[in-house]
DNA sequence: TTGAAAGCGCTAACAC
DNA sequence: GTGTTAGCGCTTTCAA
């Protein structure tokens, strides 16, 4: 029985490169980072290695060395709205050219969720961070502060960023859609939205809302609140509720568009007059509303514009002040009265 | 000009902990993974110390030493459609408990995108890899296949896994889908669907359909296909094309429930008879169907599932064979004659 | 243009 | 229970 020959797939490191191309290991490096200056006969040699072993550099070793890491710490709230996934397209485009890479994490909404997401990320020493919204733990807000990495908090500007913020008013929103409601004669709104106490955004264009409301003399003549399950089922359920309870309501106005959209499906089915006997508004922008029958009024959230000028920061690209703050448009689509 | 004290953002190490605590590095180190036996006053004291200083652990350092690495980096094509996201929710709950942690590549159906996320995540040594598909670059392959960790290709079984599969037969599915169609009595069938030369899964759907028709004798009587935008109004639009087009055909057949619920939407506007006049069928088994007027047709994917399984086999909490097939069932929902 | 030495911050393995 | 030593696989720095 003789020892067979080590075991192939043991994974390559410098050292094999450099045995199998005859060149040191330092030189192998360079040519690997196309740094400083290496011959092209040597590069040759080293890059044919590499190829013909299957070489895969070890960036955790790299990293030590270089103290240099090339991740971004991406922290969200959720994947499984739309709203992230455009913002993370933003991202990606902006960091695609850089060397940078993102590495999502997600919290639910937890606080705690975020906070371990947040030590995780931060152990792996990134060279940014980019996470949603402007409220975190105390304990999240020490180890970013202490980070000595750019952190750019984006989606919303309400509020004091620990280094960098990106986004809109959410505050600002609310009350711009609840003027544009009045401005065009409904008095008896209802709210539907998602019950998420973590969700301060969600919160902060109610708070805008309701202020807006205040000072036409309206309070909301109702409100409802979900969790979890289909979004579209919800809002018509949320919707069937509110009708049912307060008959004579006139306008809708949604935390997001996806209930806004099971909403609109559900006063059509009903055969309700829209918008002339009820309006029906929703948040976010999001692409899905193009294919309902009727366009459901909404507002942009600038979740594109967000992730870019959020990577942008990172990259270095851009100098901002501490906060950018982007400016939704409101889209009246075809469920206010005009 | 005196010098100041050393930047306070110095980054903390080991040794500020063991200084401040008055323990030795080792000793530290274990308090903070809780490894081996330590008395509760030195474990205290050091925590008390790691707290105050507010250290976060090198895990670049830490991977370097221990060789080992707790992330898990998973290959997808897109994050914007609906599938994923709920794959991903499979495989956190399961990664939840064991340590490890999930790291997102996106590739857009691009190969030459797919092989660099894979060389890239490769690069940082993670404990094991999950890839949507079985189709990759031969260079991805190798890549995969010389790592030395667990890789287990996820959605599809209808080929060879590099080392494990979790997923379901889409030829199956599309061979089902078509004889529930022909067993309604649906004659003219027509196929809309996205324009993805990579979304090798839809071409294997459609490839089962084609082949249970051509067994009943049919041949799809219409075919439309499309690429980005608003897959709810694309939906719409492919299918006023096919109706213009192709003015008997009798059934729809989408290769995904965005464009079907689109389709929907606009037959329901039209006023036709469905599923008397014509039926329609999607594929995923997406929640979004729930709200719907009429529920659309479609088969669940098993996402969620896959997640699972592919993480319990990184994880190591399963000890299957190389291919894990799962079975979809087909939700005949409205949209088609009983 | 290339190579040698030192060390990044941590942990495995072993001593005490 | 706790400390010491020797690296992990790279890159930095400096010398040749």
Redesign the pocket.
């Known amino acids: 029985m003789t020892k067979p020959t080590p075991d192939p797939r043991h994974?390559?490191?410098?050292?094999d490169v450099s045995e199998a191309s005859g060149?040191?290991?330092?030189?192998v490096?360079?040519v690997?980072?196309n740094?400083?200056?290496?011959?092209a006969p040597?590069r040759e040699k080293v890059l044919e290695a590499a190829r013909a072993l299957g070489y895969v550099?070890?960036k955790i070793?790299?990293a030590?060395?270089?103290?240099?890491v090339n991740l971004v710490g991406v922290v969200i709230p959720s994947l499984s709205n739309m709203v992230f996934p455009e913002v993370m397209t933003g991202i990606s485009e902006v960091l695609e050219g850089t060397g940078l890479q993102p590495v999502v994490g997600v919290t639910n909404y937890l606080s705690d969720r975020e906070e371990s997401v947040i030590y995780e990320m931060l152990s792996w020493r990134p060279s940014g961070m980019i996470i949603a919204g402007l409220e975190h733990s105390q304990a999240s807000q020490a180890m970013l502060a202490r980070a000595g990495i750019p952190i750019v908090e984006i989606m919303d500007i309400d509020g004091t960023p620990i280094d960098h913020a990106v986004g809109i008013s959410h505050r600002r929103a609310g009350r711009q859609m609840a003027e544009a409601i009045i401005a065009a004669g409904y008095r008896k709104i209802a709210f539907l939205g998602t019950q998420m106490p973590n969700d301060f955004r969600a919160k902060k264009r109610l708070e805008g809302f309701e202020e807006a409301l205040g000072k036409a003399g309206l309070t909301l003549v109702d409100r409802e609140y979900y969790s979890g399950g289909s979004a579209l089922l919800k809002g018509r359920e949320m919707t069937a509720a509110v009708l049912d309870r307060t008959p004579d309501v006139d306008f809708l106005y949604y935390s997001n568009d996806m209930i806004g959209a099971g909403g609109l499906l559900y006063c059509l089915d009903k055969g309700l007059d829209v918008p002339g006997r009820i309006g029906l508004a929703g948040f976010n922008g999001v692409e899905l509303l193009d294919g309902l029958p009727r366009k459901l009024a909404t507002m942009d959230a600038c979740r594109l514009e967000i992730g870019r000028k959020a990577a942008e920061i990172i990259a270095g690209k851009a100098t901002p002040g501490e906060k950018v703050e982007l400016f939704p448009t409101l889209q009246p689509g075809d469920t206010i009265r005009r």
Chains 1, 2 share one sequence.
Do not use: I, K, Y
């Open positions: 994974t390559l490191t410098l050292r060149v040191s290991e330092m030189t490096s360079r690997l980072r740094r400083g200056d290496v011959s040597t550099p070890n070793a790299g030590l060395a270089s103290q240099r």
